[in-house]
């Protein structure tokens, strides 16, 4: 045996893995900020927030199957931010509490419903409610139908594939324009409503049903208003029948939550409803892509078709960066969704059965598309050909934003609707010292187990103290690489794995040496008994790590959160003790059994077996040895 090609192959391991800590991509800062691991919430703090589950309009409670489903999704999108060792978890039958270790993160996106919807626009009119009141002179100028109907602006220049593409600024959410394919632009002015959707703290408890919801609000407006609003076909003119601003005016003082169950074409055709209103109604407003809707853009108030292509439709959704060098969210539709995208495209594009009016129409005539993420309109770009490829959300994104919405996108939507309530940052005071602590426990129990070593076998003592620090100068430089490479982030639940590890590690050091005193004993010099043992005594090692990985990896497989950290750091800690067996712990044995000092009972630590093998010299040697 040549025991200086393992210690070479070690050495190449170690310097292969700190170039890695030191060079890797994700290595920045100084060397000292290079050698940190990532750490979970419990040491370094992060982000905590809860998730309320509500009615939605239809009255219906969750069930326990679609909280389990809905908190399947959210583990899905904070995972896919890149951080390991997020809890998602349920509270109760209602909550959902999300704790994510690292940087303060704003994370009550991860519990929006992120339904998508892509929806014809068919009327457009305004939502600022200026048109609510009557006209202050005669010199006022209105539009023809008595109603402030802004017509959505918008620029176009296809190209030969026929596609369009849109753009406009993210919204406070960080939704930005839709652009369908990349190929030609039509690039509309609006800017989505930065207001982002949520239920009144203040609204009064609703009914079960939307009936009695409606019977409600028509008895909070009256019923000269209810019959005026029932009664229009088209946004109110108020300047042609300056009785109506009076009729109308009770719709301007319900509350979101309320202004959410009027009839569609109520929302649209009441002057006094508003985009503030509209904005802020609750999650699942709009949620059936069946009905008519009404929602805003830019304090434009938009009458939308029925959903013909929805977020199903979309295969998969990713973030890019653009010929531009600008980030894009991609979408990759499914066979079916291309079919009713390239469909819509076509209808918008020829305006079949003239269903866009004029108000809706965008520059160059052709209908819109509104994208719709849950009640908020992402964009709507005006329709430049009929489009038979993939499509693009463009905006003012940055890498984070636009891979949270592509993560939004890809996992689906929640079949639950969520409130996020008060989100908490976690400190990292008491993770301090609970990390200090943890590493103050490791260092007794691995100087405990170093000044036994020592005792009871002293020279063999080195080899014990040499293979545990580097066993752990491997097991840290493995947390930092595959914290820049997975994400894995170090808990005191890891810790306390790691400490574990020591006894296996510490087990297979005694298995060893008494293996090689019993080799000894049966009259083997301590050159040829140091191979025999090693031998002998490497199946029971390699067994007993086996099943210490093996339930590890069980452990990993079934458990979650903090427990699943403590079973990764065992079993990590478990396979880089195997490494350091094979590579050090034996070589340098075979090392040392080549000097003097091993044959010395005071230096060595074999104890008792060189005299009695030196008191035996003398007899007759048994030939049959003695089997492990």
């Not at 100087?447 to 293979?467: A, C, K, N, Q, T």
């Amino acid at each position: 045996m040549r025991p200086g090609r393992q210690l070479a192959v070690l050495g190449f391991i170690f310097v292969v893995l700190y170039l890695l800590v030191f060079f890797s991509g994700g290595a920045s800062g100084g060397w000292k900020d290079r050698l940190e691991p990532r750490l979970g919430l419990d040491l370094i703090g992060g982000t905590r927030l809860t998730l309320e589950a509500t009615n939605s309009v239809d009255g219906k409670p969750p069930t326990s199957g679609n909280l389990e489903e809905a908190r399947q999704i959210i583990e899905s999108r904070v995972n896919g931010y890149g951080v390991a060792e997020a809890e998602v978890v349920t509270e109760g039958n209602r909550n959902i509490v999300i704790s994510l270790p690292g940087e303060n993160r704003d994370l009550r996106d991860v519990g929006s419903a992120a339904e998508l919807r892509f929806r014809k626009v068919l009327k457009a009119t305004d939502g600022s409610g200026a048109a609510a009141a009557p006209a202050p002179s005669p010199s006022a100028t209105t539009a023809p139908s008595g109603s402030a109907s802004p017509k959505p602006s918008g620029s176009a220049s296809p190209k030969v594939s026929g596609s369009a593409k849109a753009s406009a600024s993210p919204s406070a959410g960080g939704q930005g324009g839709m652009a369908p394919a990349p190929g030609a632009s039509a690039t509309p002015s609006a800017t989505p409503s930065a207001a982002a959707p949520s239920a009144s703290a203040s609204a009064e408890p609703v009914p079960q049903s939307i009936e009695q919801q409606r019977q409600a609000v028509q008895q909070k407006v009256g019923a000269a208003a209810w019959a005026a609003a029932s009664g229009l076909q088209a946004p109110a003119d108020v300047t042609a029948d300056p009785s109506l601003a009076g009729k109308l005016k009770p719709f301007g003082t319900l509350s979101p939550q309320e202004v959410a169950v009027l009839p569609t074409e109520m929302q649209f055709n009441v002057p006094t409803v508003t985009c503030a209103q509209l904005d802020k109604r609750p999650a699942a407003s709009i949620k059936d892509p069946k009905q008519r809707a009404v929602a805003c853009e830019s304090g434009a108030k938009y009458l939308l078709d029925v959903a013909k292509v929805e977020g199903t439709d979309v295969k998969d959704a990713s973030a890019v960066l653009d010929q531009t060098s600008s980030w894009v969210v991609s979408l990759n539709f499914t066979g079916k969704g291309q079919e009713r995208w390239t469909a819509l495209t076509r209808e918008s594009f020829n305006n079949e059965g003239q269903a866009c009016d004029q108000t809706a129409l965008g520059q160059d005539g052709k209908c819109r598309v509104a994208v719709v993420l849950d009640n908020e309109i992402v964009s709507s770009p005006e329709i430049q050909g009929v489009l038979t490829g993939d499509s693009q959300i463009t905006g003012s994104f940055d890498s984070k934003t636009a891979n949270a919405l592509a993560s939004q996108l890809r996992y689906g939507a929640l079949p639950v609707t969520f409130v996020p309530q008060e989100q908490q940052n976690v400190t990292a005071t008491l993770g301090s010292s609970h990390l200090q602590a943890g590493l103050l426990a490791a260092g007794i129990g691995m100087l405990l187990v170093i000044i036994y070593s020592f005792f009871y076998y002293r020279l063999l003592g080195s080899v014990i103290f040499l293979s545990l620090v580097l066993s752990a100068l491997l097991v840290f430089g493995a947390l930092v690489v595959l914290g820049r490479s997975i994400g894995f982030t170090l808990t005191l639940a890891g810790i306390a794995g790691m400490i574990v590890s020591l006894g296996v590690a510490a087990d297979s050091f005694v298995i060893y040496f008494e293996r090689l005193k019993d080799e000894i004993r049966e009259g083997r010099s301590p050159r040829s008994a140091v191979p025999r043992a090693w031998i002998r005594a490497r199946r029971t090692i390699i067994s007993a790590n086996a099943i210490t990985l093996m339930s590890a990896v069980v452990l990993y497989i079934v458990s979650v959160g903090a427990v699943k950290g403590f079973a990764f750091a065992l079993g990590l800690a478990t396979v880089l003790d195997l490494v350091v067996v094979f590579l050090f712990r034996h070589p340098i044995m075979t090392m040392f059994a080549r000097t003097r000092a091993f044959l010395s009972p005071r230096v060595s630590g074999l104890g008792r077996a060189l005299p009695a093998r030196s008191a035996e010299s003398g007899t007759a040697r048994n030939p049959r040895v003695k089997e492990a």
